[in-house]
Each structure stands twice: as C-alpha cells, then as structure tokens.
C-alpha cells in the first residue's frame, strides 16, 4: 500500500538541517530541533494511516526539515485504495507536488519506508533531493537513518523505479516497478541497515504521502 501525504505549511522557516547517523528510539539524545519548540508540531493526518502505529507521527516529525512544521499531510496515493500502479503513484506525484513519505510493510511484518525531499517527478535517471532526505523502520523497531553527507544519492526514478540512498551499486531502499517487490541494503548516503525483513523483500502494504506549500496545494 502507497501512502502520499499533503501539507499546509503555517510556521516560520528555521534552517536546522543538519547530517547525522542513525538515531535509535532508545537511545536517542535530545536534537537541534529540540531547541526550537515554539516552531515545532507533529505531523498532522488528514485521514488515518494502515501503517503509522500512534506514536510513529509524532515521532517522525522530530526529523522532518523545519519548513514542514505544523503542516498537514493528506494521503493521496495507496495500493490498498488504487490498486498496484507505479505509473499512477508517480503521476499523483507529479500533480501534488512537494515532499513526501513512503512506507512499506513487507510480509514478515516489518514497516519502514523513507523520507523524499523532492516530489517524485524528475525525467532523468539520475540522482536529485537533498540532505533532507532519509529512511527509517517504524516496526519491529524505530530508526531513523539521516544523511551523512558522504554523496548526494538522495532519491531516483529509474524505468518507473524508486530508489533512496545508494553508493557502489548498492542502494538503500530500491522498489520494482509493480511496487510488489524491493530489497533494501547498507548504504553511504544514509548508513542505515537493512530496513526489512530481509534484504530482498515482498510487499504487503504500500503508503505514500505527499506535503505541498500553502501556495500550492493540491489534494488527490
């Protein structure tokens, strides 16, 4: 299933954007953003998610980038609404622009997904977003893998393909282009582990959802 989430931006901009290693549930310090409260909302649903356990939004919003604080995110894409289409995905992409959410629950059960700064929309096969970007596991266990900053292989669409993370030819997260098949490794730009089950997984449930500024919103 394919979640794509939309958001009305209503805060001040503050630039904290800043490169790091993963960052466990459990042993999470206390983060830049943390000094920046009077900024700070969780993530606002619009709708509920088959994924998002309670706490995961309010947990995920501590890492999003400080231009997304207190928007709303609307659901516009999900296999479990649209049927299995990544041409369908990309295009609702398109459409809505601005940064989006993926989440994934493969047949082991396990939830993980990634962080896009960038719409799904770039033509060329090659690599685009920024150190925005990152991945994390929601379930058995919460991880979020920032970027380290050691290249810039943010996002990609390859052949109807979606690819995060990557570097000597291994990418960190990587979806068919049926969106019913992936795998998932340890790569540089994000120095994540293997977000599923195993490395090469099947799809149970794909989510994705989009956020757009308040001067261009656009609701699927």
Not at 13 to 37: N, R
Not at 87 to 103: D, H, K, N, P, V
Request: proline share 5%; glycine share 8%; charged share 25%.
């Amino acid at each position: 299933m394919s979640w794509l989430w939309s958001s009305k931006q209503k805060r001040k901009k503050v630039d904290v954007t800043k490169a790091g290693s993963p960052v466990s549930e459990a042993v999470q310090k206390p983060s830049l953003l943390d000094l920046f409260d009077e900024y700070h909302e969780d993530i606002e649903l619009i709708e509920d998610s088959r994924l998002f356990g309670p706490e995961d939004p309010k947990k995920l919003s501590k890492f999003l980038p400080a231009r997304l604080y207190g928007c709303k995110w609307k659901l516009v894409y999900s296999t479990f609404i649209h049927g299995i289409s990544s041409s369908t995905l990309l295009r609702s992409s398109r459409e809505c622009g601005g940064s989006s959410f993926l989440i994934i629950k493969d047949y082991m059960g396990h939830v993980f997904g990634a962080f896009a700064s960038h719409p799904w929309s770039n033509p060329e096969p090659k690599f685009y977003g920024n150190g925005e970007c990152f991945l994390f596991s929601l379930h058995p266990d919460f991880t979020v893998y920032k970027w380290t900053s050691k290249n810039c292989y943010c996002q990609m669409i390859e052949n109807n393909r979606i690819i995060m993370g990557g570097g000597s030819g291994i990418f960190g997260l990587w979806l068919d282009e049926d969106l019913l098949s992936g795998s998932t490794q340890p790569c540089e730009t994000f120095d994540n582990e293997v977000l599923s089950a195993e490395s090469h997984f099947k799809v149970s449930v794909w989510n994705c959802g989009h956020s757009t500024n308040e001067t261009d919103t656009k609701y699927l």
